[in-house]
């Protein structure tokens, strides 16, 4: 659809008041030059002959320079650029038409003996040029203000509380033009606290910056003195900064009673909304410079297809490919009220994506494969998976049906159905594993890898689909992780339990996981095809989980030992105390990629992995678990290995 197509009768009453105010200007800018005597008289019969072509050329500059289809209610520095641009192109206009077109008309004409040399002259253009750019300016800067002042008016008047911001000027501003503009509504900012000197003792769109980060008892307690007392604080990114001490806003602003929210980035597509602080918000690294414009180019206007839709990192990679302008979004999802669930979020965004919702389980090959077939999916993102380690050490064969024969068929259909991309979701448990969970992924990593290279090599630099894994550790307060865990048992009032004083994990968000899991992606579809399809994320430094369970009860105000106790219950199978991220035998590679890894090809031939497969369907079927065991030690050889085994139950 082409801008044009787009116009309306808005944009017609702009065009029409920017001719107008072209016409004011021209004719006023010749009556002050000629102080409305009879030079400016004797103009007006050739003024009137050139008006209607200066016309249509100015309506014309008008839109090119976007002036007809800017809103006036968020008119701003670079629309008035724009206006100046616009006013210059035609001042420069009538130069030329004075100079090459109208002043030899006028010299050879002797009914018009009082003109002189020329027709308006560079005092007369000079003053169409300011006079242009006044009047297309002042009726735009009169409405926004009008619009300005009812915004600014209406938010006090809705029971909107006083709330002091918490962060630098760049942050603090981006929120006032979300009040403004009444995209949040119900809070009225009061102060800036800033942990940058520069911002203190300064105003940012008419709210004073009243000092630094460990000012915010002084300055609460002077409000409150002053029968203004504040009743919300809101932290900006900014104010999540290491070096700003976030956990300790956080505390002091409970203990003084305030209501804390947090304003979510702007850079990755969210909108200007608060949301409340969650602990978890303060036990995060600093998140990798993610490219947007390479995640956007590599889903929009797509096909995607999402198994798992509906767990933590299924349902937040839908949320992703939606704000990224996918044309069209099927999420496969065995469990119906997650389904529902996911499905009805999406839908309410009103993103533009075309949603549907399947109920369907990847172990049916069949049903997977219909599906793929009917949708014809550009890229596939694999996040169906069972996940609990505990679980899969007691219930072998689910794991395998689901983690490794389900993959297989994600694959095979993607193919089929001629997707250029599948991307596995993985975890770093598949690295020399030492549980089922791990073992199983290592294997399904393995099929996706063999058929890449198969894929790769069949074709040569002709093959269009890639089939990819992201390997990654914990997300923070995804199902069934540690952080939400641990929030239940302090709400209960203890004990936090932890499985050993020197269990060590890494940890990252769900957002920057599934942004970077997107990335990998975008560097595997390169033009020139990588000679790699097992990607890492970088998951920072790791942490110890009794740190961890010790850092979120005091941020609940609670001393870990006094009021919440900590209980040891020992490592469960299938566990180790600390994770790797490469294999021995697959080295790490840099890509290039800011927070990206890849591990060096290591995978068996196909022909060996589905001899592989044959036999464990075969003992599945039997229920026959040595069987089972054999056939995975036999694929994965570092599984059970000496020093995996050690390492899983090393006292540290």
């Known amino acids: 659809m082409t801008r044009l197509s787009q116009l309306n009768s808005r944009n017609a009453l702009i065009a029409t008041h920017d001719t107008l105010a072209t016409v004011l200007a021209l004719f006023a800018s010749s009556y002050l030059r000629f102080e409305g005597g009879e030079y400016f008289f004797d103009r007006v019969p050739l003024l009137l002959r050139i008006l209607p072509y200066f016309v249509a050329f100015s309506v014309v500059v008008c839109y090119v320079f976007n002036l007809t289809t800017t809103k ?24 030329v038409l004075d100079y090459i077109f109208v002043a030899p008309n006028v010299r050879g004409a002797p ?34 203000y009008f619009r300005y002042v009812r915004v600014r008016r209406h938010a006090k008047a809705e029971d909107a509380s006083p709330t002091l911001l918490i962060g630098r000027a760049a942050d603090a501003e981006i929120l006032l ?95 200007p909304r608060l949301t409340n602080v969650a602990v978890e918000d303060l036990l995060l690294r600093a998140s990798e410079n993610i490219d947007y414009g ?71 090959r069949e049903r997977v494969m219909r599906l793929m077939s009917e949708f014809k999916p550009d890229i596939v993102f694999h996040a169906a998976a069972l996940k ?47 549980s089922m969970l791990g073992l199983t992924k290592r294997f399904a990593e393995m099929y996706c890898q063999a058929l890449d290279h198969d894929l790769a090599h069949q074709m040569g630099a002709k093959a269009r689909m890639r089939l990819i894994s992201v390997r990654f ?54 033009p020139l095809r990588p000679d790699v399809s097992v990607y890492v994320l970088n998951m920072g430094q790791p942490v110890r989980i009794v740190d961890l369970a010790e850092r979120m009860i005091r941020l609940s105000g609670l001393q870990p030992g006094h009021d919440i106790d900590i209980v040891f219950t020992g490592i469960r199978p299938g566990e180790r105390l600390n994770e790797i991220l490469f294999a021995s035998e697959e080295p790490a590679v840099e890509i290039g990629v800011a927070g990206i890894m890849a591990a060096k090809p290591n995978e068996p031939p196909m022909q060996a992995l589905r001899l592989w497969i044959t036999a464990l369907e075969q003992a599945i079927a039997r229920d026959d678990r040595a069987s089972i065991k054999a056939v995975l030690k036999d694929a994965v050889p570092e599984f059970g290995s000496l020093p995996a085994i050690e390492q899983a139950v090393s006292p540290g």
């Open 72 to 95: 006036w209610r968020f008119i701003s520095l670079p629309d008035l650029l724009n206006i100046l641009r616009a006013a210059t192109t035609l001042a420069v206009a009538l130069l």
């Open 111 to 144: 009914v018009a003996p009082n003109l002189g040399a020329f027709f308006f002259g560079k005092v007369t253009i000079i003053l169409f040029w300011f006079l242009e750019i006044s009047f297309l300016s002042a009726l735009r800067l009169t409405y926004r």
């Open 177 to 271: 033009r979300g009040i403004e503009s009444g995209a949040v509504k119900r809070i009225w900012p009061v102060g800036v606290l800033s942990p940058s000197p520069a911002d203190r003792g300064q105003s940012i769109r008419n709210i004073p910056v009243l000092g630094g980060l460990d000012d915010i008892e002084d300055v609460i307690g002077d409000f409150a003195r002053r029968n203004k007392p504040i009743m919300r604080v809101v932290m900006t990114p900014s104010a999540f900064d290491p070096e700003a001490r976030p956990e300790a806003i956080l505390m002091r602003a409970r203990r003084l009673g305030l209501i804390v929210n947090r304003l979510p980035s702007l850079e990755s597509g969210d909108a």
């Open 294 to 364: 390479r995640l956007e180019a590599l889903v929009k206007g797509k096909a995607v297809i999402v198994t798992g839709g509906g767990g933590s990192i299924g349902s937040e990679i839908c949320d992703r490919v939606a704000t990224f302008g996918a044309a069209r979004l099927l999420v496969i999802e065995n469990s119906e009220p997650a389904l529902y669930a996911v499905t009805e979020t999406l839908a309410a965004r009103e993103s533009g994506v075309t949603i549907e919702g399947r109920i369907a389980d990847i172990r049916d």
């Open 388 to 434: 609990h380690v505990p679980i899969l050490e007691r219930d072998w064969s689910e794991g395998v049906k689901t983690n490794i024969f389900g993959t297989v068929n994600v694959a095979d259909a993607a193919l089929a159905a001629g997707a250029g991309a599948m991307v596995m979701i993985s975890t770093d448990k598949a690295i020399e594993p030492v």
């Open 473 to 526: 550790g914990n997300v923070l307060a995804s199902n069934g992780s540690v952080v939400p865990k641990f929030k239940a048992q302090i709400e209960a009032g203890g004990p936090v339990t932890v499985t050993h004083p020197d269990m060590v994990r890494y940890f990252m968000t769900i957002r920057e996981a599934c942004d970077l899991v997107l990335m990998a992606a975008t560097h595997a579809l390169a």
